[in-house]
């Protein structure tokens, strides 16, 4: 199984989201994300679907997506450029002040973002594509990680080639 | 402007639809609707005795007449009643239009009294369906619904609609389909593809046509013969397909697949080039699927682009109407004959024809090419319940007109045949209609019956009766040791039970049983003479078996042949 990056355009409607899900769940597909939001038109919603699917039936489930009445356009963005864009918080522990300012060091080489200060962890801000995400976990996983919570990715089509 | 209620509207639009039928069962949420639907004269109201009944019903006046069928439950029980139907319809692409009531709108997601998610249930078994929240949404919605239903590749919609809803009041606006920006059946197919298609028709030696229900669904079956004739390719149907190419025809090899014709089976086997209309190479028709159709080329027209490349690999797809494509293939053909590859085919047909024993015993192939002989100058509608029976009337009835076969392929469903045969007889009044039943298949909505009584709807019941679920018992023969497991019906050989003669007067139908071979013609001429619904009880062969049959995930041309 390999990952996919779907964007589907779909009504901005109530149901719509089962809908979609449902075809991925029926086929027991785990949705790996799912980004929702309202596109420059209000009557219309972009989904960004991310997928670890066997392709052949991937390509069931496109076909299956398209013929809902709801579901205006579907794109396959994994191959060709697209940009992907991702935001993540994650919470680091701090039990100390010397802790403190490394993480603080750290993520300052970094262009992610301490915003939130507590009595024993700080919360860092990060958004970019996995490369990006991917890095700063890395890099703050030895002071040890409390929570996580990730949107999910966005993605477009690129337009330079 | 004045305002009026939402079952108001639903009528207004129903009207417009030009919808005349309507089946169905009241319940405390539909009553707004029911009682509006009650002084509406240009609408007739069929009062099922289960909502199996009216969603089958439904289906087979949409199957028989070609327009939407339509059916009205209650909320709960009287909704998730209809679950079965929807899945029959929509594994068959038939268009219906179900309408359920649902508990007051500010009750939903309370667990209220005969509150189920009906939008939820149904939502992979629906074309679309909708929860109408807001009574100003009320005529768009139905204005979609019929137009999802009908259009591109046909199925059912459910309209899930709220008690306050229905008594709730609005203007009257007029709805546009412009809204549905998600949905455009596709409808001409690529001139580009259909010409490959003429050319591959042109360079092969053994072509077939592989035609499916979709020859029906859209009215193709005039094009189909012209396109068959000129080029002279046999032609071979699903159990959808049949009907949509005459049987009679010297082209025709009738259905193929798991009881398909040896021919046919043997002639897909052979070919280089299979034109598929509209059917979805089904794991029933191909058989062990590495091994169906070695050598060919495959041409696919569909509707539904999800149907290519499914099953099998497409060579040639095109998506589109196949009425639309067929006529632009038509222009694209010359005339050809096929000496050699028609020799191969008439071998097949003389050395494995389909046959029976056709002794003096009571053997259902028997009763089913009477029915065939006795009524074929007719207009005749055969509707099936599932198992042998179903088997029995695809394999011995000739079937020459689209719309004759209403039969419950895709889901298989029990039951099926008596509700849908009155929902034919209903739409197509003139029609001499027949079931061709199981004994056990008739239980599952025989109560049916007090509707063809009371609406002296003449629907003829044939049951076969084996006393056994015989298509089951058929694999436990051939595959399980004799052991029939759960598969007795009738009770011991002998004992009667229930007596369907007796069961028919009860509602006031007549019932004729009939045990010898030299009764079935009287029988059937007593039964076409009848003013209201008869059931003929056929006393068969208990273990008779149909044939050809291709075990399950064995290759289509490793067929058993019986002993026959
Ligand atoms: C609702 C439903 N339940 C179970 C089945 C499985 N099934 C398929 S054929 C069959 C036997 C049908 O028996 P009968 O109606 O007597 O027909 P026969 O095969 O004897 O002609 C059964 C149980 C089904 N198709 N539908
Ligand atoms: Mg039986």
């Given amino acids: 199984m390999s990952k996919f990056v779907l964007s589907v355009l779909v009504e901005n409607k109530f149901g719509v989201l089962a809908r979609v899900a449902g075809l991925f769940s029926a086929r027991g597909f785990n949705i790996t994300s799912l980004a929702v939001g309202e596109t420059e038109d209000p009557d219309t919603s972009r989904m960004t679907i991310v997928v670890a699917a066997d392709e052949k039936i991937l390509e069931q489930v496109k076909k299956q997506l398209n013929k809902l009445i709801d579901v205006i356009s579907v794109q396959d963005l994994t191959e060709g450029e697209h940009i992907g864009r991702e935001l993540i918080l994650i919470k680091v522990k701090a039990p100390d002040t010397k802790v403190r300012e490394k993480i603080v060091k750290v993520v300052d080489t970094t262009g992610a973002e301490i915003v939130d200060v507590g009595k024993k962890s700080l919360t860092v801000e990060e958004s970019g594509d996995d490369h990006v995400i991917k890095a700063l976990v890395e890099l703050v996983r030895p002071y040890g990680i409390l929570e996580i919570v990730r949107t999910g990715k966005i993605a477009l089509r690129s337009d330079s080639e | 402007m004045t305002k009026i209620t939402g079952a108001e509207i639903l009528i207004k639009m129903l009207l417009e639809e030009k919808v005349k039928h309507i089946f169905g069962y009241p319940g405390g949420v539909i009553i707004p609707l029911a009682d509006k639907l009650y002084s509406v004269e240009e609408i007739k109201f069929h009062l099922t005795r289960h909502e199996q009944g009216a969603i089958h019903a439904a289906d087979g006046y949409a199957r028989a007449t070609g327009e939407v069928g339509v059916c009205i439950a209650t909320s709960g029980p009287g909704a998730t009643n209809l679950v079965t139907g929807i899945a029959t319809a929509h594994l068959d692409s038939i268009p219906l239009v179900a309408i359920t009531g649902q508990v007051n709108s500010s009750l939903i997601g309370n667990d209220a009294f005969q509150e189920v998610d009906m939008v939820g249930i149904t939502r992979p078994i629906t074309k679309h369906n909708y929860l109408v929240k807001d009574v100003k949404d009320l005529a768009q919605v139905v204005k979609e619904a019929f137009h999802i239903a009908r259009t591109g590749r046909p199925g059912p919609v459910l309209i899930d609609l709220p008690v306050d809803v229905q008594v709730n009041t609005t203007e ?393």
């Fill in chain 2, 172 to 564: 009257f606006k007029e709805p546009s389909l412009r809204k549905l920006k998600g949905y455009n059946p596709t409808c001409t197919g690529h001139s580009g593809q259909i010409k490959k298609i003429a050319k591959a028709i042109e360079k092969s030696k053994r072509p077939i046509i592989y035609a499916g229900g979709v020859i029906i669904l859209s009215g193709a079956d005039k094009e189909l013969t012209r396109l068959a004739r000129k080029t002279d390719i046999p032609v071979t149907t699903t159990l959808m397909g049949l009907g949509a190419f005459p049987e009679d025809d010297p082209l025709s090899l009738g259905m193929l697949g798991m009881h398909g014709t040896a021919y046919a089976n043997h002639a897909i086997q052979s070919s280089d080039l299979i034109i598929a209309i509209g059917a979805r190479f089904d794991d029933r028709v191909t058989g062990r699927i590495d091994e169906f159709a070695p050598n060919a080329k495959v041409a696919h027209i569909d509707v539904d682009p999800s149907s290519i490349s499914k099953n099998v690999q497409v060579d040639i797809p095109v998506i589109g109407d196949a009425k639309a494509i067929l006529k632009e293939l038509n222009t694209m053909i010359t005339k050809k004959e096929r000496e050699e590859w028609h020799k191969m085919i008439s071998e097949w047909k003389k050395e494995l024809p389909l046959k029976y024993k056709d002794d003096d015993k009571l053997r259902p192939q028997y009763i089913i090419e009477t029915i065939h002989d006795m009524t074929k100058d007719k207009e005749v509608i055969i509707a099936t319940e599932v198992g042998q029976n179903q088997m029995w009337a695809a394999q011995h009835y000739t079937y020459t007109k689209p719309r004759t076969l209403v039969s419950s392929g895709g889901l298989g469903t029990m039951g099926y045949g008596f509700p849908a045969a009155i929902g034919a007889k209903i739409g197509k009044p003139e029609a001499i209609v027949f079931d061709i039943a199981g004994d056990g298949s008739i239980q599952m909505n025989i109560q049916e019956m007090a509707v063809a009584v009371l609406e002296k709807i003449p629907v003829i019941i044939v049951i076969l009766n084996n006393g056994y679920l015989g298509m089951v018992r058929q694999w436990q023969e051939l595959f399980y040791d004799k052991r029939y497991a759960w598969t007795v019906v009738g009770g011991e050989k002998g004992t009667v039970c229930p007596d369907f003669v007796k069961l028919a007067e009860s509602f006031g139908a007549k019932g004729i049983r009939i045990e010898k071979k030299e009764d079935v013609k009287k029988s059937i001429k007593e039964a076409l003479k009848a003013k209201g619904p008869v059931i003929l009880d056929f006393v068969i062969e208990r273990e008779e078996n149909v044939f050809p049959m291709v075990p399950a995930g064995k290759s289509i041309s490793e067929m058993l042949h019986g002993l026959a």
